[in-house]
Structures are given as C-alpha cells and as structure tokens.
C-alpha cells in the first residue's frame, strides 16, 4: 500500500476543506493518507519514491501562504533532479478577480518539475468566484486524478 503526503498551503483555512475532501476518495482506493498543514522538506525521504498531493491557495499578489512558504524556499535550494523520485498532483485554489489567479499553484508546478518531479494528470485550479464552496469542486476532480494515480503505480 502507497501512502499520499497531502500538502496544504492555506491562508483563510478553504484550501484546508479542499484537502480534507480528497482523503476518502485516495484512501477508498487503497492508499493512506497523511496531511501536512504546515511542511517541512526533513519530513520526507527524498531518496525513496514520494506521491504528494498539495492543495494551496494564492496569497496576496501571487504568493504562497504563510504556512507554505517556508516549505516552497527549502524546495527551492534542492539541486536540480533532486525531486526525481516525486509524483505529484497539483489543486489550486484561487479568485479570478485577480490577475494573479492561483500563481502560487503555477509557480510550485514549475518549481517542481524543474528539480525533477512529475505531476500526475494535470494542475487543477479552483475558482472561488464561480465556485464559493471549493472541496465540492475537488469532490468532482479527485476521481479522475485517483484513476491516474493508479494507472501510474499499478
């Protein structure tokens, strides 16, 4: 059995349901879960195949939230390939009344392809405008994202 690391970048706590609503679905198809509310690279053992879930919001002008970005810096001092055994998928949460709507998501998409992760399906944004109650919408996707995930280590 395959454990899922669920990540979560949260400012007003939102991002948190969002993460909190895909647990049954991953565990329903036989992985365990754990949740981070606040990572810390020195809790997983980059040696050794990681599958990450991370669910984070946009702060700000295009930020990551408080609790992420001590995380989303240690993430940036790895060398190049470092992340090779990472998979990863990727939900974020933001207000397309911004021009920075889910930036942190596209730029933690970036950051961990370019030190050698690879995201599973494709990064899934929620908008808070159209859709003011964001786990309904993670509720919707998240099958499709399972079905992925076990394709990939089945």
Not at 38 to 63: K, V
Not at 125 to 130: P, R
């Amino acid at each position: 059995m395959s454990n899922i690391e669920i990540l979560v970048g949260s400012t007003l706590g939102a991002t948190e349901y969002v993460a909190e609503a895909t647990q049954p679905f991953i565990e329903e198809a036989g992985f365990t879960t754990q949740i981070h509310f606040t990572p810390n690279i020195g809790e997983f053992d980059l040696a050794s195949e990681q599958l990450w879930l991370i669910c984070i919001s946009t702060h700000g002008a295009g930020d990551y939230p408080d609790n992420f970005r001590a995380f989303a810096e240690q993430l940036s001092k790895l060398d190049v390939q470092q992340l090779s055994n990472l998979r990863f998928g990727l939900v974020g949460v933001g207000d397309s009344n911004y021009d920075t709507f889910c930036h942190a998501a596209k730029n933690l998409d970036l950051l961990l392809t370019k030190k050698g992760a690879l995201r599973i399906g494709e990064l899934f944004t929620i908008d808070v405008v159209e859709s003011p109650i964001p786990e309904d919408e993670v509720i919707e996707w998240i099958p499709s994202w399972v079905k992925d995930l076990n394709n990939l280590v089945n």
